[in-house]
């Protein structure tokens, strides 16, 4: 439900320096901008499921990767998700084609 006091599904876990976000509904990168973290910070994304509503900053946080200044990232990004993860991001490859290519050294 839309609200100006929540975003969508996502949750930051810091275990030491290592930062794992499960999911990222719409919201998420501001979110984490408000909390201090950027997205470069982040080691490994999980996914939960494939709706809306959890995966609704996928794009845009992969997309953010591959502005001139954005080369922030300076260990490998993790995505983790259940069965079909790899078909549902092939179809977002097809939709967006080159805009979600990321190097090798960075995904």
């Known amino acids: 439900m839309p609200s100006l006091k929540r975003s969508s599904c996502a949750v930051l876990l810091e275990i ?16 984490l901008l408000k909390a201090g973290i950027e997205i470069f910070d982040i080691d490994v994304v999980f996914y939960s499921h494939f709706h809306p509503d959890h995966t609704g900053e996928l794009v845009p946080f992969i997309f953010a990767t591959k502005y ?12 983790v998700g259940g069965i079909g993860f790899i078909n549902f991001i092939n179809r977002l490859k097809s939709a967006y084609h080159n805009l979600l290519e990321l190097p090798e050294n960075q995904l």
Not at 19 to 29: C, E, N, V, Y
Not at 68 to 79: A, E, H, Q
């Open 16 to 31: 030491g320096e290592t930062k794992l976000l499960f999911d990222s509904g719409a919201g998420t990168i501001h979110r």
């Open 68 to 79: 001139p200044d954005s080369n922030k990232r300076n260990k490998l990004l993790t995505m």
